[in-house]
């Protein structure tokens, strides 16, 4: 069924719901495993600068995350390809899903208010919609 499952891992509380799922998953199905962790980018950045201390910042949250997962990945005898990328969420774990040839796509649900998904729209929503694959939202 699913051979090649990415998890999309940010570090919070929906994301380690999402990684405990994705490891059960992929032992029941013989599957790999990778997770995807996005050094997010700010948008409009001020300078050069405020790149890079975002970059410096994330990628000492990020190692955490992803020995946290690895920590996880190896109590249960499963093995985790772990990429941390940069870049703004949704395009970059899209692109690449389909780069990657993932047959599923497994993300946390973080939950806001409603005003906020109507103004904003969530991550979880923009993924279901546009990635190439199957999408497992964990509750």
Do not use: W
Not at 45 to 52: F, G, L, M, N, R
């Amino acid at each position: 069924m699913y051979k090649k499952i990415l998890i999309a891992n940010d570090g919070s509380e929906g994301a380690a719901k999402a990684l405990k799922v994705a490891l059960s998953l992929t032992k029941g199905l013989d599957a790999q495993l990778h997770m995807i962790a996005v050094e997010e980018l700010p948008r409009f950045p001020a300078s050069i600068e405020e790149v890079v201390e975002e970059q410096r910042d994330a990628k000492h949250q990020l190692a955490k995350v992803a020995q946290q997962a690895r920590a996880k990945a190896k109590a249960q005898d499963v093995v985790l390809e772990v990429h941390l990328v940069a870049g703004h969420p949704v395009p970059t774990i899209v692109d690449f899903v389909g780069k990657g040839e993932f047959d599923l796509l497994i993300v946390g649900y973080m939950g806001h208010s409603a005003i906020y998904n109507r103004l904003i729209g969530s991550t979880t929503d923009r993924l279901v919609e546009l990635a190439p694959c199957a999408v497992l939202v964990v509750k």
